[in-house]
């Protein structure tokens, strides 16, 4: 099966198909001209098929903002192939960092460990395993200190449900 070719047409009527969709949910035509500051009849232009006018992007960031949902971005990402990605809410953020930060700390651990225990195999340590192992202990610190601060932000927030939620 072979992709669509896009025409100024599709597009126009996939933008004129999202914005009409973005002005229902909004509350329609008039309440959509107030919150953007155009006039009815320009809005309605928006969303007739008829019309060559379509939404200008500042009215598409006021109305999607408004009714909170990204009709027309998505369109626009559709039209390229792409999606829109929904928000990450600040728990997830945190339980990302969280997770990831003890997995580099875990990391860095185990190859400091390696590289001591390589540098111990023949029970001398040369210059250039002491520097190996210098820079694993610095790699384990950096990622230590990082997990640190994560823990910190959760005795002052007095704990964290690392459980997801949905």
């Known amino acids: 099966m072979s992709a669509t070719i896009l025409t100024p047409d599709i597009i126009r009527h996939r933008i004129k198909g999202a914005t009409r969709d973005l002005i229902r949910l909004c509350g329609g035509i008039e309440r959509c001209a107030q919150l953007t500051g155009y006039s009815d009849t320009q809005a309605s232009r928006w969303q007739c098929p008829g019309e060559t006018a379509t939404i200008p992007l500042p009215a598409v960031v006021v109305l999607e903002a408004d009714c909170g949902l990204p009709t027309v971005t998505s369109a626009l990402a559709a039209l390229n192939g792409r999606t829109v990605a929904a928000p990450e809410s600040p728990g997830d953020a945190m339980r990302r960092s969280i997770l990831a930060n003890f997995a580099c700390v875990t990391a860095k651990s185990a190859a400091m460990q390696s590289a001591v225990s390589d540098a111990l195999a023949d029970r001398i340590v ?40 949905e």
Do not use: N, W, Y
């Open 126 to 165: 040369t210059p250039a395993e002491a520097e190996i192992i210098a820079r694993t202990i610095g790699d384990m610190i950096s990622s230590g200190q990082r997990f640190h601060q994560d823990m910190a932000v959760i005795k002052a927030r007095g704990g964290a449900d690392l459980t997801e939620q």
